[in-house]
């Protein structure tokens, strides 16, 4: 079983950058898709960004889309996200898991979540 521990949140200014991190311990994920979620106050967990187990394929929801980069290295069993440009909007907590199916967007087919990471973008 892996275990995931998000970490690099914060608080930070609209315009400004974090990046955050999303290492695994107890077994690699270097085979594994592995996506980030997030959560904002009041609503429900939604698709960010995920990246498949070479590295080779991303994909984005819309609303990060040019302004947030994964990217990840197996060596360091480690998926990172690079959030540029943040917008107030951008605020809630963000989670990774591992995906163990076939739709990339579908919280449902990921396992292992992480305990999150909260990230606040002020006005």
């Known amino acids: 079983q892996v275990q995931l521990v998000e970490s690099g949140g914060g608080l930070v200014q609209a315009g400004g950058s974090l990046r955050l991190s999303c290492a695994a311990s107890?077994?690699?994920?270097?085979?594994?898709?592995v996506g980030w979620f997030r959560q904002a106050p009041g609503k429900e967990r939604e698709f960010v960004a995920a990246?498949?187990?070479?590295?080779?394929?991303?994909y984005y929801a819309d609303s990060v889309k040019g302004r947030f980069t994964i990217s990840r290295d197996n060596a360091k069993n480690t998926v990172y996200l690079q959030m540029n440009s943040l917008k107030p909007e951008d605020t809630a907590v963000y989670y990774c898991?591992?995906?163990?199916?076939?739709?990339?967007?579908?919280?449902?087919?990921?396992?292992?979540w992480g305990q999150g990471t909260q990230v606040t973008v002020s006005s």
């Open positions: 107890g077994r690699t994920f270097s085979r594994n898709t």
């Open positions: 990246i498949n187990w070479s590295g080779s394929n991303t």
């Open positions: 898991a591992v995906n163990r199916g076939i739709a990339i967007r579908i919280e449902y087919e990921y396992d292992f």
